[in-house]
């Protein structure tokens, strides 16, 4: 099994900056892609960044240039750094780990809320 804890969020004031964190315990050796999702109020769930275990990255247009998702192999962590912050990256955000081998599967973090507001 694996679990995944996210951590970080907080409520920051437009145009302020957060970095998210996601560790990942239990059998980690089977994780390849790391994600993270958010969710806002209403709204679908969406993806907002991806890292390979290559370190290959994507990330959806409405943050490209303001997050940047990095990864910690040996610490088991992902992190989610965000500047700039609007209004409209209000969500809860999950992290997610797609994992092969033994404990096949997609899996979730609790989330954490980020809330930006003045």
């Known amino acids: 099994q694996v679990r995944l804890v996210e951590s970080g969020g907080a409520l920051v004031q437009p145009g302020g900056s957060l970095t998210l964190s996601c560790v990942a315990s239990?059998?980690?050796?089977?994780?390849?892609?790391m994600s993270w999702y958010r969710q806002a109020p209403g709204k679908e769930r969406e993806l907002v960044a991806d890292?390979?275990?290559?370190?290959?990255?994507n990330y959806v247009d409405s943050v490209k240039g303001r997050f940047t998702i990095s990864r910690d192999i040996a610490k088991n962590t992902m992190y989610l750094q965000m500047v700039r912050l609007k209004p409209g990256d209000t969500a809860v955000y999950f992290c997610?780990?797609?994992?092969?081998?033994?404990?096949?599967?997609?899996?979730w973090g609790p989330g954490t809320q980020v809330t930006v507001s003045s």
């Open positions: 997610h780990a797609d994992v092969s081998g033994t404990y096949a599967g997609d899996y």
């Open positions: 239990g059998t980690t050796s089977g994780i390849y892609y």
């Open positions: 890292i390979s275990g290559g370190g290959n990255t």
